[in-house]
């Protein structure tokens, strides 16, 4: 690996922890370490803190704080919401999704499938978008709850959640938006969105892994997917992770502030980097729509080489990006968002996802233009016929 300054293009995977956020967390693990739940003077300032988050987080997403709930990250949100509309709505056993979700809700689909409920998988288009047609005619008399994503993790496509809660709302159907890459990249109102549940997760905005948040829109059916002490206004039972909430709150404060920048600077960085790319590499093709998707997301397939080798090589010199979802890194599976948009199987494999931050400079996009050419050049020469294994064909980066 180089010994120049890591280039860090992962940020849709997790964040680096703000400075301020682990200032902000140090007190609940060394002064403030009582049990919020408790009675006595030591749990009063944990008590005090946590709430005083919730104002943090709730003010990023345009919610009143009663209205929020804290799960351990988006995969406990986004499986509360299901469940929830599921149980509080015996008779009905449809659920509608999209083919691009994070896999926290098609395999919790699936396996709701094998306990005899159905689910409709809408289809995106050749740019990931969605029709609301399609999802008009999904909805059934049995439907229980529309589950859709408002910003893809992979191409950073937006689907246009205000209107699909619309119709939803036009159906009586209960609609969440797992909203977690959008939040600190995109102003959020849940109450213009008109959503019924979103989801967030605290490490996509600069805090620490372990911590998410549930909206439940006042009046929507709700029942607690984990049950325990009460904790929550009895929403989510567990002893509350205090250090952890305390720091969503400062990043969700440190988010609202950056809006502004993730629209302009660092959607300059991505128009850049992706631009030069787009030139200097033959056989390169962005995967999906120029527009509406998130400021900070690029994902570009090359074609005649695997992506994991070009991970590989870009590891050696310090840059670090992905080729879709981190939790669904190492499977040899093709990208099931690629594949929903139709994305020939030779490109999907050699398809890389850089997703820039508020840490990223004008030297970090200078650099990949610097190495990634010669590198995926090495590989098509080393490889002439399509890669087997990411480490095949590998050639001697000095």
């Not at 570009?300 to 991970?311: H, R, S, T």
């Not at 190495?371 to 064909?393: M, N, T």
């Given at each position: 690996m180089s010994n120049e300054r890591l280039v860090y293009l992962d940020n849709n995977a997790t964040t680096r922890v703000a400075p301020e956020v682990v200032e902000a967390m140090l007190p609940c693990l060394t002064k403030h370490w009582g049990n919020p739940s408790s009675a006595y003077d030591l749990a009063t300032e944990p008590a005090r803190m946590i709430e005083a988050a919730r104002g943090q987080v709730a003010k990023l997403i345009g919610a009143d704080p009663r209205h929020v709930v804290f799960t351990s990250c988006g995969t406990e949100s986004n499986n509360t919401a299901i469940q929830s509309a599921l149980h509080c709505q015996p008779a009905k056993r449809h659920i509608i999704t999209s083919a691009v979700e994070h896999s926290a809700n098609i395999k919790l689909c699936r396996l709701l499938e094998k306990r005899g409920y159905e689910t409709t998988f809408l289809p995106v288009d050749l740019d990931g978008g969605i029709d609301l047609c399609e999802l008009q005619a999904a909805i059934r008399p049995d439907t229980a709850i529309v589950s859709l994503m408002w910003a893809n993790n992979e191409t950073g496509v937006l689907f246009p959640v205000e209107e699909l809660a619309a119709v939803c709302r036009s159906h009586g159907v209960l609609f969440h938006t797992d909203a977690v890459q959008a939040a600190g990249k995109l102003p959020i109102d849940v109450q213009q969105l008109g959503v019924d549940f979103l989801s967030l997760s605290a490490h996509k905005l600069r805090a620490p892994k372990g911590i998410g948040l549930l909206y439940v829109k006042p009046g929507s059916p709700f029942q607690p997917y984990i049950i325990g002490g009460g904790q929550e206004r009895g929403q989510r039972g567990g002893t509350e992770n205090v250090a952890n909430i305390v720091a969503f709150g400062k990043a969700a404060e440190l988010a609202l502030g950056h809006i502004d920048d993730e629209n302009t600077r660092v959607r300059a960085l991505r128009d850049r980097l992706e631009r030069s790319i787009l030139q200097a590499i033959p056989g390169s093709v962005r995967?999906?729509?120029?527009?509406?998707?998130?400021?900070?997301?690029?994902?570009?397939?090359?074609?005649?080489?695997?992506?994991?080798?070009?991970?590989?090589?870009?590891?050696?010199?310090?840059?670090?990006?992905?080729?879709?979802?981190?939790?669904?890194?190492?499977?040899?599976?093709?990208?099931?968002?690629?594949?929903?948009?139709?994305?020939?199987?030779?490109?999907?494999?050699?398809?890389?996802?850089?997703?820039?931050?508020?840490?990223?400079?004008?030297?970090?996009?200078?650099?990949?233009?610097?190495?990634?050419?010669?590198?995926?050049?090495?590989?098509?020469?080393?490889?002439?016929?399509?890669?087997?294994?990411?480490?095949?064909?590998?050639?001697?980066?000095?």
């Open positions: 995967n999906g729509g120029g527009e509406p998707r998130l400021p900070n997301t690029s994902n570009i397939g090359f074609d005649g080489v695997e992506a994991e080798a070009i991970l590989l090589l870009l590891d050696r010199e310090g840059i670090c990006a992905s080729s879709g979802s981190a939790c669904t890194t190492g499977s040899i599976e093709p990208s099931h968002v690629l594949e929903a948009m139709s994305v020939p199987l030779s490109r999907s494999k050699g398809s890389l996802r850089f997703s820039l931050g508020q840490d990223n400079t004008e030297a970090d996009v200078n650099r990949v233009l610097d190495k990634l050419p010669a590198i995926v050049s090495r590989l098509r020469d080393a490889s002439p016929e399509p890669l087997g294994q990411a480490e095949a064909h590998l050639p001697n980066a000095d």
